[in-house]
């Protein structure tokens, strides 16, 4: 694939269609596997996991729910640590076997101000699918029990991921290249 541009900024190509959707499949096989009747409701972070949640969901043969919650702002090319809940929760918690969709866990701060909230709820479980972690950007150590690719902590977009607003409909993961 060329390379592209948004906004100012270049991206090289860095996961192939293929790959991610290789690594969704298998993720939604593990999830099978883990939690059959046992109905998850899937939590699903908007904006950045809607493509992820939606192949990954229709790979899931095990009864299951989804639900979309919106809770952080993601300005430019720098996590802000600043939630914002636009998009509540309504459904009950208690008792159910939930998980998170992210679409990238970076330094790791969004999931800390938001796991407490939900453990508040006392869900029988809760576990976190994350399609990409940056390991080298934490701040905030957080468990990821389905993961997809740990990558280098440089920017991505692509996939449901963005650069101010825009590349969440390219179907490939792009890099920010050096000499952007
Ligand atoms: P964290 O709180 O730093 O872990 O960041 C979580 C959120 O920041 C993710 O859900 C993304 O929306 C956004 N984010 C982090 N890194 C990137 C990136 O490389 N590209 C696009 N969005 C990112």
């Known amino acids: 694939m060329p390379p592209i541009k948004l906004h100012d900024k270049h991206f090289e190509i860095y996961l192939s269609e293929a790959e991610i959707q290789q690594k969704v499949k298998e993720i939604a096989d593990k999830i099978n596997n883990d939690y059959q009747d046992l109905n998850p409701l ?3 972070i908007l904006n950045g996991s809607f493509m992820f949640a939606a192949d990954l969901f229709k790979h899931l043969t095990i009864d299951s729910e989804i639900c979309f919650i919106k809770l952080a702002s993601y300005k430019g090319m720098k996590s802000s640590g600043h939630i914002i809940t636009a998009i509540g929760l309504d459904q009950d918690l208690y008792n159910r076997n939930v998980i ?5 866990v970076d330094t790791g701060k969004t999931l800390d101000v938001f796991l407490p909230k939900l453990h508040h709820q006392q869900p029988a479980s ?6 990409l972690h940056k390991p080298e950007a934490t701040e905030k150590q957080i468990t990821i029990d389905y993961l997809g690719f740990s990558i280098p902590n440089k920017f991505v977009v692509g996939y449901g991921l963005d650069y101010d607003g825009l590349g ?3 179907k490939e993961i792009y890099q920010l290249t050096d000499e952007a």
Request: aromatic share 6%.
């Open 168 to 170: 969440r409909n390219l």
């Open 42 to 44: 899937f939590i699903s």
């Open 126 to 131: 809760l576990k976190i699918a994350a399609l």
């Open 100 to 104: 998170i969709i992210e679409d990238i």
